[in-house]
């Protein structure tokens, strides 16, 4: 149950990040708007991160937290803020994401 809970928390840290980005393209209320949204998925992300810890090993459990975020960040990137996408960097997120899941099958 808690690897959910720390997927689920990888997922808010991902909502974060995308609202950071959009909010520095916004002016006005709609960047108040993502601000907040900011601060909800700041919030839950860490409240997850913290109950997953309570049983999973903290280095594990923050290695793939962030992680997930990484990744997530990544692929919202490319489709939500249009970067470019290329063979390095589909390479390295396939390997961080080899990463992530190997972390997942070495720990208790």
Request: with cysteine.
């Amino acid at each position: 149950m808690n690897w959910i809970i720390l997927i689920i928390a990888g997922l808010f840290e991902v909502g974060f990040a995308t609202c950071l980005g959009k909010a520095k393209s916004t002016t006005g209320n709609e960047a108040m708007y993502w601000y907040a949204g900011f601060i909800i998925c700041l919030t839950i992300s860490m409240v997850l991160l913290i109950k997953a810890t309570q049983t999973l090993p903290l280095g594990t459990a923050y290695a793939v937290w962030t992680g997930i975020g990484a990744v997530g960040t990544v692929l919202m990137g490319i489709f939500v803020f249009n970067e470019p996408t290329t063979f390095w960097r589909m390479f390295f997120i396939t390997t961080l994401i080899m990463s992530v899941v190997g972390l997942k099958f070495v720990s208790n």
